[in-house]
């Protein structure tokens, strides 16, 4: 049978400055479908499905729904085309109720009635199975309750092509299982999605057909029945990668920080961790899973002594076996010793980046302590710069662009590649592979690796429950602030270490 | 004691009609997340606009000719125009041309007040008057046209009906801007432009049209405190640098009100009685405590920053982009 396309793009191309992020793109999307748009970071998915909402303009290329062209100048066009777009970054005002931002910006001469689009909403959330309470205040809500909320708001305005943005990355695997449900349901229902991820599995888990884009150019698309991980990588790199990631057996590992009955409270008072004991040791990868949010952040301020620390001991073991506590020391102290700690929060430039300084500047940030005299060594921050770019194949069109101009994936890069070349001796890292693609992250996971190799004490807070399961040593999962286990890697499944990041100690669910 | 406000509350009422005009245009500005620092230059062009009209009108015709309905009209409709076209201005930098709010608010402040004084000026020596003022009685009386049966009301006529019909309107703009704001849907949409213009962009919603809609509304209600302040409370007398710091303290009632209109009547009056106090404290001839007793609204103000930082409420956070300037394409 002959289907016709919902949307079909042709030749779209979209330049920042000197950055292309589109080059003539052209691809389309069929009524009922779901199409998984893969591509590394940077490769332009998140600017092309940018454009088809409205956010941003091509320069070239035209647009055609359902066959007629059209010109979507803003946001407000693409909804009365019937596109909708779940972001990366949700969009949603956190004061207002889920209600209010469901009706925002819809047709503003219909009466103001929160009821009857509340009653609206449930019937919405019925239909496709899932819940939001129309009333709660989003700031209240957990991450896969806004997203829920974003997705009631595109269906609220009768959106029949759906994009969502790395939908999963911030999800549990329970909650992703809930979302893929959903997304079956809609396209039961006659919807077309389009969603942008960079996990292959859960591509070839939902997807009915794969588009990969490089470098901003479309490559190919590949029916997902006929597809292959391993294809589906080297299409998107252009060479062939190898898939595995190592885990050498830990040499001679020693004790190198002791965490005793630590607890934190934030600032409203809060436990965020309580009585939290483990230890990390050299030569090794100890993961740390949980939910985001379970205190991860906590946890490693904590050792990198930014965090005021209620009660409980942190000891930092020297090289001759000498405890030093690290508990009210200095953080500049901390980091003298070689403790190291890059944090990639959500929105990656929130911490240890500047994002108007440029690459150059940014290394300069952790160097300019080690140079003497009044003035700032600018040249070797820049030569380290440029080898972040070099081993990590950073995108960037110059060591003195902005890092706020870079796509995401390339800031974390520099982030993660900046705390590494510092040599420590403590490696604190989370999300250090948070939205990254998967070539940019088994570079990373390479570099873990080799810190490992090198003796050091590395600390991995990670989201990915198969990459914290074949990359760590040993798994140490956090749930509601407290220790739920600490598990041998070799020796445990991705279902235990879920059940344990819900339930403290895990068992009480399998009853 | 009830005599004392009785006497007391009239007189701060009059003190806080200029500020409740200030605090609500500056509330209704800052909704659309413009912080209009330029408030107090703002009223000082709406009142001297006022002034410039109602001089123009009151020389043009002389005193004995006046029609009521001009001499309202006239100054009312100078004083809007000025403080619109002040509003469109601040509009124009910040949201067209994405300048830095703070800078920008500041130097309409220093510009408002400037064209105020210069203006102000040349109109004192255009009347070739021996004192360094202009009074503009006529016009005056008609502006302070009170409810002709307040008098007959006794202590109830004094606190609640002995005003001009600025004054009412002061009130009504409080509760129409409170009801606006958060009981219709143009009021969810602005706050959603202040709270977060991607999420209100991505909404479908004209983020610079509401921006440029609510701070030139915003400044038009706080040109009216400027004009209230000259034609009312001054009895029609223009002296320059009279308005005083007046701007600033309703910039400070928008951070007391957290942000909602609807307190503003009441916080107003309160600020209008801590600001003039002093008046009615028997401090005999050492005037510094006089200087203390005007620092009260300032320091009721930190208080108030306190007590609401420390509770950290969510709801009574300033709007969150509050200061910033949105472009869609923006990384």
Avoid at chain 1, 9 to 20: E, Q, V
Wanted: charged content about 20%; overall charge neutral.
């Amino acid at each position: 049978m002959e289907r016709s396309p919902v949307i079909e793009l042709k030749h779209i191309t979209k330049r920042f400055g000197n950055n292309i992020a589109n080059d003539d793109v052209s691809m389309e999307v069929y009524e009922g479908e779901i199409l998984a748009l893969l591509g590394e970071n940077g490769s332009g998915k998140t600017t092309l499905m940018n454009a088809l909402a409205g956010i941003y303009y091509p320069e070239d290329g035209q647009i055609f729904v359902r066959g007629r062209e059209v010109n979507i100048h803003s946001p407000r066009t693409a909804f009365d085309l019937g596109i909708g777009m779940i972001h990366q970054h949700f969009k949603l005002v956190d004061v207002l109720t889920a209600v209010e931002n469901i009706i925002l910006g819809l047709n503003e001469k219909s009466r103001y009635d929160l009821k009857a689009a509340a009653a609206r909403i449930t019937e919405i959330c019925d239909r496709y199975g899932f819940h939001v309470d129309p009333f709660q205040k989003i700031y209240t809500m957990s991450v896969s309750q806004k997203q829920t909320v974003e997705i009631v708001k595109v269906l609220f305005r009768g959106a029949d092509l759906l994009i969502l943005d790395e939908p999963t990355a911030v999800l549990t695997p329970q909650e992703t299982e809930k979302l893929f449900n959903v997304l079956r349901n809609m396209k039961a229902d006659g919807k077309s999605i389009i969603i942008i991820t960079h996990k292959l599995n859960e591509v070839l888990e939902i997807s009915d057909r794969v588009a990969i884009l490089r470098k901003g150019k479309y490559i190919c698309e590949i029916k997902t029945s006929e597809a292959s991980v391993q294809q589906l990588t080297d299409a998107m790199v252009g060479h062939a990668v190898t898939l595995n990631i190592d885990r050498p057996v830990p040499v001679d590992p020693k004790d190198k920080i002791i965490v005793e009955h630590l607890t934190i409270r934030n600032s409203d008072g809060v436990a965020k961790l309580k009585d939290i004991s483990f230890t990390a040791r050299t030569g090794e990868i100890l993961g740390i899973a949980g939910i985001s949010g379970n205190g991860q952040k906590e946890l490693l301020e904590g050792i990198a002594g930014l965090q005021k620390i209620e009660s409980g001991s942190i000891r930092f073991v020297d090289d001759n076996g000498k405890e030093t506590e690290l508990v009210g020391m200095d953080p500049r102290k901390i980091t003298d010793m070689g403790v190291t700690l890059s944090f990639v929060p959500e929105d990656r430039l929130g911490m240890g980046l500047v994002g108007n300084m440029n690459l150059g500047e940014n290394m300069m940030l952790r160097t300019f302590r080690h140079s003497g005299g009044p003035f700032i060594d600018r040249k070797e921050p820049f030569h380290l710069a440029k080898r972040v770019i070099e081993s990590l194949e950073v995108v960037t069109p110059s060591v003195k662009t902005a890092v706020r101009k870079l796509s995401g994936g390339n800031v974390q890069k520099v982030l993660v590649g900046r705390e590494i070349s510092s040599s420590p001796t403590v490696l604190l890292t989370a999300y250090a592979v948070r939205g990254l693609d998967i070539n940019s992250s088994y570079l990373i996971y390479d570099l873990v690796n080799q810190q490992k190799k090198q003796g050091v004490a590395v600390v991995y807070v990670g989201e990915d429950l198969d990459v914290l399961l074949e990359l760590c040593d040993r798994i140490l999962v956090l749930c509601d602030g407290q220790v739920s286990a600490i598990l041998d890697a070799r020796k445990t499944d991705k279902q235990q270490v879920g059940l344990l990041m819900t339930k403290l100690g895990g068992e009480a669910a399998n009853e | 004691m009830f005599d004392f406000f009785v006497s007391l509350i009239p007189r701060a009422v009059s003190q806080g009609i200029p500020l409740m005009f200030g605090a609500v245009g500056e509330t209704v500005t800052e909704k659309s997340g413009n912080l209009n620092l330029g408030t107090a230059g703002i009223m000082y062009v709406g009142g001297i606009c006022g002034v410039i009209g109602a001089f123009l009108y009151e020389t043009g015709v002389g005193p004995e000719n006046m029609n009521g309905f001009l001499a309202i009209l006239i100054p009312l409709a100078c004083c809007l125009a000025g403080s619109f076209l002040m509003g469109l201005l601040y509009c124009f930098l910040t949201v067209t041309l994405r300048a830095n709010q703070n800078v920008t608010g500041l130097a309409m402040t220093t510009f408002g007040v400037g064209f105020g004084n210069f203006f102000g000026g040349s109109l004192i020596k255009l009347s070739g008057a021996d004192v360094a003022s202009i009074a503009l009685s006529r016009t005056s009386q008609f502006f302070s046209t009170k409810l002709p049966f307040a008098d007959k009301l006794g202590w109830f006529g004094k606190v609640f009906l002995n005003y001009s019909f600025l004054a009412y309107t002061a009130v009504a703009m409080a509760i129409i801007a409170s009801v606006l704001i958060f009981h219709t849907k143009l009021g969810l949409q602005l706050r959603a432009v202040g709270e977060s213009p991607a999420t209100a962009d991505a909404a479908g919603i004209n983020v610079t049209r509401y921006k440029y809609v609510a701070t030139c509304v915003g400044a038009m209600i706080s040109g009216l405190g400027g004009l209230y302040y000259v034609m009312d409370y001054a009895s029609g007398v223009w002296t320059n640098d009279a308005f005083g710091d007046r701007g600033w303290l309703a910039i400070a009632l928008v951070i007391f009100t957290i942000w909602r209109p609807i307190h503003s009547i009441w916080a107003s009056i309160l600020f209008g009685g801590l600001y003039i106090l002093h008046i009615f404290i028997p401090s005999g001839t050492n005037l510094a405590v006089k200087e203390i007793y005007k620092m009260a609204p300032y320091v009721v103000t930190i208080i108030v920053l306190i007590i609401t930082s420390l509770r950290n409420k969510r709801e009574n956070q300033p709007p969150a982009s509050l200061g910033l300037s949105y472009f869609r394409e923006d990384r």
